[in-house]
């Protein structure tokens, strides 16, 4: 199988969505690397399946305009966005790679076809024509979480990376666990450094961190209505302001610490976690900047569990925040290599019903929870997410995505309480099986809950009335 690091499942990038939005944007950026060096006289985007119906909804269009000008997600001013779509629209021309001047009238030269193709639900394919007379065409599959493999080869094939510890299943990573006797987060540590040095994971992480914690302080202080029509307004500012009542501060430092003495009760705690996750997702539907975890839909769980380990649990600060991400990324790959963290195939289950379990199992280890217990607690927290739909209204990211977000979150504190209270050994569902059943269950999922909107809610909630 592939192998993932941690880095694969946490992208920084813009929202609103990993496979609609991020993984159309490096297709795009892919395909810039196969056309370099001709003198191009047009391009045209073909956007399949999934990618076309929901695809104005989450932006896809936007996505791969700025991607043949040459911005990155991880790097683009995300203030500037409107800007740069707005000049394309208004010249109707693009600046390929940042360099050459091309004809471009989004309305013509970006086309949806509803029809899937087989490989994958999120198809797009990108057709040139150079001066000389000759074309090329490239087809690109966005395969959820950001992840992109070209027509005709396979993620696996695309590395070569050999690892210590080569983790496909939650039994792989369990034997090692008992022949090394340290916990997950070691066992990851470990095959990480066959990608960078210690102090570069290190520092990688907590920048990842810093951009989540960027990103729920953003929202927690942004107000007013989310773009895309139907009027949803912005509720994390609120619930924010409400909880603080008045109390000032002027760093986000100092934001965090009111938070920790704002009180434990479960009341509190619980509409904290609420208003982070909230947060996340505001933003992300915002086209602001996220991380995946695993993917933009469903980015606040784990921001949200990881905030409130720091707030209201004894913990090590840096130290812990690592130890997290390294034990909640294994767990993301584990599913995307065992199943889906695609919506388009899997429905929401591949999305909150992953970033919960993810959460679930980074939170246990930090609790001083055993290897087993945190794998319990994954496994928990995606049991009671099996065959959740995605049925986003509209095609946005918003209903009923953003309030999917704080339940997530809330389950994967749930199971990591219940698996650090249990004896895995009893344990009757491990998380290998529950990862079969997911992909098992995302086959037999009617294709109209898969990110569609031709189902669910989508079909069920009118536009016109305002979330409740």
């Known amino acids: 199988m592939e192998r993932i690091s941690v880095f694969d499942i946490f992208k920084i990038g813009v929202g609103p969505s990993s496979s609609h939005t991020m993984g159309p944007w490096m297709a ?9 060096n001709q003198k191009v006289k047009s391009v045209h985007v073909k956007l399949y399946g999934s990618l076309a119906k929901t695809g104005k909804g989450h932006g896809t269009d936007i996505a791969v305009m700025l991607g043949l000008c040459g911005h990155h997600p991880t ?3 995300v203030g500037k966005l409107d800007s740069y779509i707005s000049e394309i629209y208004r010249t109707n021309s693009l600046l390929l790679n940042g360099q050459t001047n091309l004809p471009f009238k989004p309305l013509e030269n970006i086309e ?3 029809e899937k193709l087989p490989f994958h639900p999120n198809a797009l394919t990108f057709v040139a024509q150079f001066a000389n007379g ?5 087809t690109y599959y966005s395969i959820g979480g950001g992840f992109v493999i070209q027509e005709g080869s396979t993620a696996a094939e695309q590395q070569t990376i050999r690892l210590p510890y080569p983790i496909d299943k939650e039994s792989d990573l369990l034997r090692y666990v008992i022949e090394t006797g340290v916990g997950i987060s070691q066992i990851v540590l470990k095959n990480e450094l066959a990608w960078r040095p210690e102090a570069d994971i290190r520092s990688g992480l907590l920048n990842t961190w810093n951009t989540m914690l ?4 953003k929202g927690c202080h942004t107000n007013g209505e989310l773009p895309g029509g139907l009027a949803v307004q912005r509720r994390a500012h609120d619930i924010n302001k409400k909880l603080l009542e008045g109390i000032e501060y002027t760093t986000l430092n100092g934001w965090m610490k009111t938070i920790s003495i704002s ?5 509190n705690v619980t509409k904290w976690v609420s208003c982070f996750a909230l947060a996340v997702n505001e933003e992300n539907a915002s086209f602001g900047r996220v991380v995946t975890a695993p993917t933009n839909g469903a980015a606040g769980v784990l921001p949200a569990v990881l905030m409130y380990y720091l707030c209201f649990c004894e913990n090590k600060g840096d130290e812990d925040i690592v130890k997290f991400l390294l034990t909640a990324g294994e767990v993301g790959s584990l599913f995307k290599k ?3 963290i695609s919506a388009a195939m899997g429905g929401c289950q591949a999305e909150i019903g992953v970033s919960s379990a993810m959460a679930a199992a980074g939170l246990t280890e930090c609790m001083g929870g055993t290897p087993r217990q945190a794998l319990m607690a994954a496994e928990i927290a995606m049991e009671h997410h099996l065959g959740l739909t995605c049925d986003p209204v509209n095609g946005l990211v918003q209903i009923p995505c953003i309030e999917r977000n704080t339940m997530g979150a809330m389950k994967a504190i749930t199971a990591s309480q219940i698996a650090l209270s249990s004896d895995p050994g009893k344990a009757k569902v491990t998380l290998d099986s529950v990862i079969k059943t997911m992909w098992e269950t995302a086959q037999d999922m009617n294709d109209k809950y898969k990110e569609t909107s031709d189902g669910g809610l989508a079909l069920n909630v009118s536009v016109l009335v305002p979330e409740c």
């Open 338 to 340: 065992g199943s889906t």
């Open 28 to 36: 795009a950026k892919a395909f810039l690397e196969k056309i370099e």
């Open 134 to 138: 000759r074309g090329m065409a490239e």
């Open 263 to 267: 009180g434990s009760s479960f009341a």
């Open 112 to 114: 949806f076809i509803f």
């Open 75 to 77: 790097t683009i001013e």
């Open 214 to 217: 960027a990103c729920i302080y």
